[in-house]
């Protein structure tokens, strides 16, 4: 099975100059816990996921409660965004988010962000299979 197979194309992305205030709304609308970030061309730069915007928060609190909502996504994303071709077979995103410690990997086209797949797709899927087989 390849990654093309279980990726999910209506990625959401956020820009590095968008401010941290933006992506938790956008966070919470969606029901995701991180997003790519893209160039103005689609290209991926990293990612920035609840974890990074906890961690703005908690360096903002030991600095005396500075603004952390005012902070823009490049401060606070993590680089690079780990990334997997469509054509990969899914096993291989698998290993790749074990080994890497993520539980989403964008998926490319071209260098050009054209998917995502998680760790939850590829368990539904064997599980489909099993429960199938």
Do not use: C, N
């Not at 823009?72 to 997997?84: F, Q, S, Y």
Request: a negative charge.
């Amino acid at each position: 099975m390849r990654v093309s197979d279980l990726m999910r194309g209506d990625v959401q992305a956020v820009h590095p100059d968008e401010t941290l205030a933006d992506v938790v709304e956008e966070l919470a609308d969606a029901h995701i816990s991180g997003v790519p970030v893209v160039d103005r061309h689609g290209k991926i730069l990293g990612v920035v996921s609840t974890t990074d915007i906890l961690e703005a928060q908690a360096e903002s609190l030991m600095a005396g409660g500075g603004l952390w909502e005012d902070r823009v996504v490049e401060d606070v994303m993590t680089r690079p965004g780990l990334t997997i071709p469509g054509d990969a077979d899914v096993r291989e995103a698998a290993q790749r988010m074990l080994y890497g410690e993520v539980h989403r990997l964008f998926v490319e086209t071209d260098g050009v962000l054209a998917g995502v797949i998680s760790q939850t797709d590829i368990v539904r899927a064997f599980a489909a299979h099993r429960l199938a087989g």
